[in-house]
């Protein structure tokens, strides 16, 4: 089963920030929390990933809580190409391991 | 630089025929590989994983096979294909523990 728990879906209006949550409420003190989206009949595309500290890249920022159970992801300036469905994850780094998504977040970008 | 190729691209087939999906990875020596199957409108599934040759874990009991042959080679087989093996199919590697990178994706119709 996944270890994160994402809202089916949002709505954000175009040119305005999309905070997207996800709670990881059972996270080990050695697991990275990780973002991907998927574009419709795409393969999943890496956004960003953190351990404890706020970490942000060219596409987003990423927002973990102090006691890292729950984190969020934003898109400080949500275009129409954003609409997709966002999959957050947690897994240790480094250590062969399975990887399982959940249900992610359907994000729809309104005009 | 490491790059993950997946193929065919599309395929229809009849029910009970076989099948035979190829993931090969370049760039890169000893990833980890993972076949995921994502039905229509829901989320991604682990199929199967593996650490190294000939080394398959399987997630879900099912009318499928996975088989690493080559260091960076991942095949995802069926002797005899269900009309609920129709989905999307996507070949996925790790590079070096952290990121995860998918391939192009297949999408299978089982008619």
């Known amino acids: 089963d996944a270890k994160t728990t994402q809202p089916p879906s949002m709505d954000c209006a175009e040119g305005r920030a999309a905070n997207l949550p996800c709670n990881h409420s059972t996270i080990s003190g050695n697991e990275y929390v990780y973002w991907y989206r998927q574009i419709h009949s795409q393969g999943p595309q890496y956004i960003i990933h953190?351990?404890?500290n706020n970490e942000t890249n060219e596409m987003a920022s990423l927002i973990i809580t102090e006691d890292r159970k729950s984190s969020t992801l934003i898109l400080p300036h949500a275009t129409l190409r954003d609409t997709a469905v966002y999959y957050c994850?947690?897994?240790?780094?480094?250590?062969?391991?399975?990887?399982?998504f959940g249900k992610g977040t359907r994000l729809h970008i309104l005009p | 630089s490491q790059t993950i190729h997946q193929w065919p691209a599309t395929l229809v087939q009849p029910v009970g025929s076989p099948l035979s999906l190829e993931c090969t990875v370049e760039g890169t020596s000893n990833p980890n590989l993972y076949w995921y199957r994502q039905a229509a409108g829901r989320g991604l599934q682990l199929l199967f994983y593996?650490?190294?040759?000939?080394?398959i874990s399987s997630e879900v009991p099912q009318n499928l096979s996975a088989s690493r042959p080559q260091d960076r080679q991942f095949i995802l087989s069926s002797k005899k294909l269900l009309l609920s093996d129709s989905g999307f199919y996507l070949c996925?590697?790790?590079?070096?523990?952290?990121?995860?990178?998918f391939g192009e994706g297949s999408w299978l119709t089982v008619v």
């Open positions: 994850i947690v897994r240790v780094a480094g250590r062969d391991d399975k990887i399982i």
């Open positions: 593996s650490v190294g040759i000939g080394q």
């Open positions: 996925a590697w790790i590079d070096g523990g952290n990121t995860i990178y």
């Open positions: 953190g351990l404890k």
